[in-house]
């Protein structure tokens, strides 16, 4: 594919989105000499961001609020988000009428000329894959001679903090790509049978049933990664598992026997007591992802001084056990990133501190009984809101041995000022929802950036 493959073609953007995907997919097809229209189910004041970033195309065309099938009789191409369902009904008429279907992603993919390093699974997939770009950029370069290009290191994808095709133009073959999947762009890059020449996945645990239906059909979705990577005995395709996730492992046992294929596995246990000094994040969960991260960046080269190096310097992400606030001697931390039951656990892990935890959201039909037994065991108090406060309360009061008081708010606001008269000297209130958001806010950013502007408000 070239991206010529775009130009003079009326190009249909299915999912401007709230994140920027479509955004980056509208320049990108804009800039390739295509005819452009965007269509989202949403309306325009719900995506006005979005909308914001596109101003001074003046030659898009939008149509907001609901789909019409004459945008797709009349579309040559149609780039869908990754949010949007394979069998949703507008795709099922375009491909009825021979249209083509192509998703950023594989777009990306066809068209890069670097290698890909991609990072995927249920949890950490995102802090892992900016620590390795972190790594990376720290000690990759470390033979390289004063007269030689260094290659350049880029985090993207589903991380969503650099436009994943307006990026192609920037690079060249011996730069490192470092990507985020999510399961809904491993299903689309199925579709061409590519996956990153470096793949790793962090661990599995059931979410987007909603979407998904099944954990088996999720699973499917996640070895997508391993699957589709090129096997090459000159260029062995890297193929990197957790040795302490049950399903990882069975995935190694699988792929070890390839002829062209390398097969490693991480762990917590490799990483040594100078390395956890080093490394600012709390908690079990980070450690698996500063293995997962070490295991790359040990693999292409960078040595353990380098390593030691930077991990002082690396900074937690935002919405992921953010520390937003210490008052009155209690500490508040920001965990909106936590939208599946085993994120809030993990999150729950890391203090040793009384916790007073927020948690609940929209109900993607995850199931909470572990997660009711690891708020028994770790939680004073529970504070409940969403679509799936009474789910969670019942999976905390099935536990005999439950000690945990839970409250109900109505709302974020509500939830926050609980928190705040129950906080003493040394308490920990942690919202770590352990659900989605969209009975209540956009996203889990715009979840946490309220949670950080209450917490905020109690300061003055």
């Not at 579309?75 to 279907?101: G, H, M, S, Y």
């Not at 490394?279 to 698996?288: E, K, T, W, Y």
């Not at 009061?397 to 000297?425: G, R, Y």
């Amino acid at each position: 594919m070239k991206r010529q493959f775009l130009t003079g073609k009326n190009v249909l953007i299915m999912g401007l989105g709230r994140f920027g995907g479509g955004v980056d997919a509208a320049i990108f097809a804009l800039n390739s000499g295509a005819n452009v229209t965007i269509t989202d189910s949403a309306p325009a004041d719900k995506l006005a961001d979005s909308i914001k970033q596109l101003e001074q195309f003046k030659e898009i065309g939008f149509r907001l609020g609901s789909h019409d099938l004459a945008d797709f009789e009349k579309a040559d191409i149609i780039i869908p988000n990754p949010a949007v369902a394979p069998d949703n009904e507008f795709l099922q008429f375009a491909r009825e009428k021979n249209k083509t279907i192509t998703p950023a992603i594989n777009i990306f993919f066809e068209l890069c000329p670097a290698m890909t390093i991609g990072i995927t699974g249920a949890n950490g997939k995102s802090t892992t894959a900016a620590l390795t770009a972190h790594l990376l950029r720290g000690g990759y370069n470390s033979q390289v001679t004063s007269h030689e290009r260094r290659a350049a290191v880029w985090l993207s994808g589903n991380i969503g903090n650099q436009p994943l095709l307006q990026l192609i133009d920037k690079l060249s073959e011996n730069d490192l790509v470092v990507l985020e999947l999510s399961s809904f762009q491993l299903e689309q890059l199925a579709q061409i049978e590519k996956a990153p020449q470096i793949a790793i996945l962090t661990n599995l645990t059931p979410n987007h049933l909603d979407r998904h239906k099944t954990f088996e059909n999720y699973c499917a979705a996640k070895e997508n990664i391993f699957k589709f990577q090129k096997l090459d005995e000159n260029s062995p395709a890297v193929s990197i598992f957790n040795a302490q996730d049950k399903i990882a492992c069975q995935w190694f046992e699988k792929y070890d026997k390839d002829t062209g294929r390398i097969c490693l596995k991480f762990s917590t246990d490799e990483i040594s007591q100078e390395l956890r000094r080093n490394f600012p994040l709390p908690g079990r969960a980070n450690l698996s992802n500063l293995a997962a991260a070490v295991k790359i960046a040990k693999h292409l080269g960078v040595d353990d001084n380098s390593i030691k190096t930077a991990l002082p310097a690396f900074k937690p992400l935002p919405h992921r056990l953010e520390l937003v606030a210490t008052i009155d001697g209690a500490s508040w931390y920001n965990d909106s990133i936590a939208t599946t039951p085993q994120s809030t656990i993990a999150a729950l892990e890391a203090f040793e501190k009384s916790v007073i935890l927020i948690a609940g959201g929209y109900d993607k039909n995850l199931p909470f009984d572990q997660l009711g037994k690891i708020i028994s065991q770790n939680a004073k108090v529970a504070i409940l809101i969403g679509d799936t406060a009474q789910k969670i309360s019942d999976s905390i009061t099935a536990v005999p041995e439950n000690k945990t008081t839970i409250q109900f708010a109505s709302s974020l606001e509500e939830a926050v000022e609980l928190a705040n008269k129950m906080a003493v000297k040394g308490d920990v209130v942690l919202l770590s929802p352990a659900c989605a958001s969209y009975d209540m806010f956009d996203n889990f950013q715009h979840r946490g950036d309220e949670f950080i502007r209450l917490v905020k408000q109690l300061e003055n």
